[in-house]
Nanobody, 123 residues
Framework: QVQLVESGGGLVQAGGSLRLSCAVSGRSISSYASGWFRQAPGQEREFVAGMVRSGSNTYYADSVKGRFIISRDNAKNTVYLQMNSLKPEDTAVYSC????????????????WGQGTQVTVSS
């Protein structure tokens, strides 16, 4: 049984930074492609960032490119999302996801999901 648990969300002022963590248990994170998604109230879940299973490539939504960084620590079995230069429009519940396929999917068709963590950016 693979479980994902996010942490690190909170309230931050515009221009600030947060680092989200996604701790994976049950199997090595290197067995999965991973992704971060977010969902704001009344909106659909959207892709934010992803990393292929090998860890060699990363992908970002245009709205966060240059501000967010996805990374992975295989020793800690944890995926991170470093969020810099945050904007009020980044406010959402952020969820991490994992899938045994090798590539990143920008649609929310992942096998495993965390419960989500709230990020609120004040103006």
């Amino acid at each position: 049984q693979v479980q994902l648990v996010e942490s690190g969300g909170g309230l931050v002022q515009a221009g600030g930074s947060l680092r989200l963590s996604c701790a994976v248990s049950g199997r090595s994170i290197s067995s999965y492609a991973s992704g971060w998604f977010r969902q704001a109230p009344g909106q659909e879940r959207e892709f934010v960032a992803g990393m292929v299973r090998s860890g060699s490539n990363t992908y970002y939504a245009d709205s966060v490119k240059g501000r967010f960084i996805i990374s992975r620590d295989n020793a800690k079995n944890t995926v991170y999302l470093q969020m810099n230069s945050l904007k009020p429009e980044d406010t959402a519940v952020y969820s991490c996801a994992a899938d045994p396929r090798a590539w990143v999917k920008t649609t929310p068709q992942y096998d495993y999901w965390g419960q989500g963590t709230q990020v609120t950016v004040s103006s």
